[in-house]
């Protein structure tokens, strides 16, 4: 499995149904990898095109006004969120490229 479709309305409900940034990444995560709970690390960063990215940006930014308006708005999302890179050109909205990284199993 190289590329899944995120569905776009599961992810908006992440956001809904959580009050952790971690909680609403992790989930993201597991979207990508259903074997998430078996994975020991991932090097490297799933990646998506730079709308996706930026739709995906906005929503944690929403979120942690809300949530947390202690922390730079988004940041979880900066730092440890997927990528976006300019060979992503052929990614379509909500597709994830999981080539970009390597899988390491527990």
Known sequence: MNRIILDKEKVKLLFEENSHQSDVLVGLYRMAYPDYDQIA????WPTINQK?????????RDFDIEHHPEVMSGGCWLNTGFSTLAATEDLKDW??????CEVILK
């Not at 690390?41 to 490297?44: C, F, P, R, W």
């Not at 996706?52 to 944690?60: V, Y």
């Open 41 to 44: 690390k991932i090097d490297g």
């Open 52 to 60: 996706t990215w930026m739709t995906i940006a906005g929503l944690f």
């Open 95 to 100: 597709e994830v490229d999981l080539t970009t």
